[in-house]
């Protein structure tokens, strides 16, 4: 079985050396490397990982605080922390990290972590998650499909709305969303919309024969002609 691994180090020959190491043993396969933990984040509710190795200090968003964050997901990667500084490492394992590694890194000592990771991933159950990355006064929300009442693209960026708050979306476009999360009950309405189905209040007749979708929250927005016979026949009227 394949591990899939993520690199996050904002440093490129840390990830150069990590990814060096990782080579001599088939078995880890490399799912992604990241210079932010913004991107990695993103990517790891969205996608399989097995294992992240993670650097401890980043720019904006330092790899402990990334870790706490995927610590409160289901099913989070197995996670070791390769870093030049010895003093994270009691906060390191505070978050559940499988292993604390030093820069430079000895290969002995990374065949041991190897070992040890191998040891965790098998048998585990693969992680299922789904949630939408969004960022707010410098920290990450990971919101649930089932809390977002749409999507919607303001001057070129995705936001999400939830209830009365509207959040930028990190790591996708629309196209991105509707692919994601067409089989949660998500239906794109218009080029700028894509509603949760489940969040749909009433349907209101408009001018012309066509319709304004009233959400939970009370936002009403128009129906695209082109999607409303798929759109009646999903509600059946």
Same mark, same amino acid.
Request: glycine share 4%; with cysteine; aromatic share 12%.
């Given at each position: 079985?394949?591990?899939?691994?993520?690199?996050?180090?904002?440093?490129?020959?840390?990830?150069?050396?990590?990814?060096?190491?990782?080579?001599?043993?088939?078995? +880890?396969?490399?799912?992604?490397?990241?210079?932010?933990?913004?991107?990695?984040?993103?990517?790891?509710?969205?996608?399989?990982?097995?294992?992240?190795?993670?650097?401890? $200090?980043?720019? !904006?968003?330092?790899?402990? *605080?990334?870790?706490?964050?995927?610590?409160?997901?289901? $099913?989070?990667?197995?996670?070791?922390?390769?870093?030049?500084?010895?003093?994270?490492?009691?906060?390191?394992?505070?978050?559940?990290?499988?292993?604390?590694?030093?820069?430079?890194?000895?290969? =002995?000592?990374?065949?041991?972590?190897?070992?040890?990771?191998?040891? %965790?991933?098998? !048998?585990?159950?693969?992680?299922?998650?789904?949630?939408?990355?969004?960022?707010?006064?410098?920290?990450?929300?990971?919101?649930?499909?089932? &809390?977002?009442?749409?999507?919607?693209?303001?001057?070129? %960026?995705?936001?999400?709305?939830?209830?009365?708050?509207?959040?930028?979306?990190? =790591?996708? $476009?629309?196209? $991105?969303?509707? %692919?994601?999360?067409?089989?949660?009950?998500?239906?794109?309405?218009?080029?700028?919309?894509?509603?949760?189905?489940?969040?749909?209040?009433?349907?209101?007749?408009?001018? %012309?024969?066509?319709?304004?979708?009233?959400?939970?929250?009370? &936002?009403?927005?128009?129906?695209?002609?082109?999607?409303?016979?798929?759109?009646?026949? *999903?509600?059946? +009227?």
């Amino acid at each position: 079985m394949a591990i899939r691994t993520v690199i996050v180090d904002d440093e490129k020959p840390s990830r150069e050396e990590i990814k060096l190491f990782l080579k001599r043993f088939p078995n +880890f396969e490399l799912s992604g490397e990241f210079d932010n933990a913004f991107d990695a984040l993103s990517f790891m509710v969205s996608t399989t990982v097995d294992v992240a190795f993670f650097d401890i $200090n980043m720019p !904006g968003f330092d790899g402990i *605080r990334l870790a706490e964050v995927l610590k409160g997901t289901e $099913n989070s990667p197995v996670i070791v922390f390769v870093t030049a500084y010895s003093e994270h490492a009691v906060k390191a394992f505070e978050v559940d990290a499988v292993d604390y590694i030093l820069k430079p890194i000895d290969e =002995g000592r990374f065949v041991k972590t190897l070992a040890k990771i191998s040891s %965790k991933v098998k !048998g585990k159950t693969p992680p299922n998650l789904n949630f939408v990355v969004c960022e707010f006064q410098g920290e990450l929300i990971l919101l649930k499909p089932e &809390d977002v009442q749409y999507f919607y693209v303001e001057k070129g %960026k995705l936001f999400v709305r939830k209830k009365s708050e509207s959040l930028p979306v990190k =790591g996708m $476009n629309l196209q $991105n969303a509707e %692919k994601r999360f067409v089989s949660q009950n998500f239906f794109r309405i218009n080029k700028e919309y894509i509603i949760n189905l489940s969040k749909v209040s009433k349907i209101i007749p408009w001018f %012309k024969g066509k319709y304004l979708i009233q959400m939970e929250n009370g &936002d009403k927005l128009p129906l695209s002609p082109h999607h409303q016979k798929e759109f009646r026949d *999903r509600f059946r +009227f």
